[in-house]
């Protein structure tokens, strides 16, 4: 049985038994379904093995949607065990764990896949292109990602979840501390997800920059075309260093080094200052696509061109250099001295003045609008006065002598919270509501939307806006319990108040997919919102080759010209088009990659030698295969482009 020890949860309790069961039984479910309805050849051909940028951004959806209830899911158990005091639903390793596993869920398994979701289904049909440029890398990317989530995601039933917090500081990460191999999965995890990660970066900045119409030249990319381009730029030069720092943390683990280990001649805080050099760029991975997406709604809603294009463009490169210069704000109580400590107070504070730019261009471009509240416009709308209150309060920890107050206490917590949740997963509520038809050919109901808006909106503010008042009381995050002298009671209960309503606004979300598959008109053109930008040119759902006719662009909001002064988009006849061929070799060595991670994390080497020559034996297969892709007839092209314009 020594064996099979190491496999065991560390700390079982009646919620990660029956989610044993749960998962057994979903996945039985599974299989039993694709069996029964015959959809394994459909699944394997159509979606498992594509190389389709629209249904890969599809399949990263789904997973983010997944994580965001799995992550939901660990928040609601944080703010139920922090309701009342003394509170014994949890104890303190269990919250460990769910304080840890939700951090890491939320950033990289949910909010990544999102920004991810949203660049490979709009920024090839913004640019007129037909594909991405490596679209066998970019399936590569996905499943990466896919199996990286996949491996954290079962450490809760096989080993342990990692426990040190989502940052995984040494020496809480290492093996004095962190005993069990939930430490690993974290190391493990991010490594595979973040290796897609980088991919991605690569292929959309060539995707970017080699690909586009004639007639875009940079000043006239659509600003979610910027963003990705901005983003994925600040990807390639951030993730190697997270690459690096889990390499060194795994060696330390498993191989016994000594990189963050003092009593061994290591350096405890050079593990946060890497983490952090990569970590505070992060947040802007995921905020600077949100803010593209922002702008494509507000200035399609408003019916206005987007006030300060060129200003906008400006604001996201300096937020993007500036976001190297700040990560030291994350410690500012570690002892580095003030001098340091004001160097960075000044960096972090300067990083807002690009960031109220963008707020004033949005407000102008709302200025004498003829604004349509939909419901993306609704989130668009709500998110600045949310995320202005986020922003001011990042200002106030910016403050380093007055971070010591600020510090460690439930007042973080809320800033994090108000900057992201409105910052990020509004907009991406936004983009999910604006691109749905773009998608799946129909619109999402607008009135079940806008409830779902609402709710969502005041559980925010009812959910955190009582942190900050707890955290300046001196309530420290990361407590499992409290007592009740700490008076901490009052703001807690109305905190798990807000998470209960949040809850409810994801599960309308859900119900509102359900109702408008089912009854919402399938009839809505390639236009249905009167937008702007060139996405919009194309049917929803697009075909496989995007644009039947490659589109000329003359102007920034080509789509708006078209309709309002009659340009020619697409002057060209139809020609044959040349497709990439689907593959299976992705996922296939995305799944080695999964036996390679689980190996390591368990310290089974010769398996883990096994997977790792199976990696390279598919890259080797790869590099001898032939495959030139396929094309397809102007014959069909002509019969596609008749039965579109006959369902629309």
Known sequence: MEFFDRFAVPHPSLAIYA??????????????????FKKWGYLWRE??????????????????????FRGGADAIMMRAQLAVP???LLDAQHYNEIFTTHGVVMIIFMAMPFIMAFMNIVVPLQIGARDVAFPRLNALSFWLFFMGAMLLNISFVVGGSPDAGWTS?????????SESVGSNYYMFSLQIAGLGTLMTGINFITTILKMRAPGITLMKMPMFTWS????????????PVLTVLLIMGTMDRLFGTHFFTTTGGGMDMLWANFFWVWGHPEVYILILPAFGIYSEVISTFAKRNLYGYKSM???????SLLSFLVWVHHFFTMGQGALTNSIFSITTMAIAVPTGVKIFNWLFTLYKGKITFSTPMLYSVLFLPIFTIGGVTGVMLGMSAADYQYHNTMFLVAHFHMVIIPGVVFAMLAGLHFYWPKMFGFIL???IGKISAWIITMSTLVAFMPMFFSGLDGQARRMYTYSESTGFGLMNMISFIGAAGLAVGFAVIVYNVYYSIRYSPRNIGKDPWDARSLEWSTYNPAPEYNFAVLPQVNSIEPVWDAKKKGHDLFPGKYEKIHMPNNSGMPIIMSAIFFV???SFVFGLWIPGIIATIAIFVCMALRSFEEDHGHYISVEEIEETESKLRGAK
């Open 19 to 36: 989610s044993m069961v749960a998962i057994g039984l979903t996945t039985l479910a599974i299989i039993a379904g694709l069996t029964y």
């Open 47 to 68: 979606w498992l093995t594509t190389v389709d940028h629209k249904r890969i951004g599809i399949m990263y959806i789904i997973a983010a949607l997944a994580m965001l």
């Open 86 to 88: 003394d509170n014994k």
């Open 169 to 177: 500081y040494f020496p809480l990460a290492g093996n004095d501390f």
């Open 228 to 239: 990705a381009l901005i983003t994925n730029l600040i990807i390639v030069f951030a993730f």
């Open 313 to 319: 463009v400006a604001s996201m490169v300096i937020i």
């Open 445 to 447: 109901n607008e009135k």
């Open 596 to 598: 390679w991670g689980f």
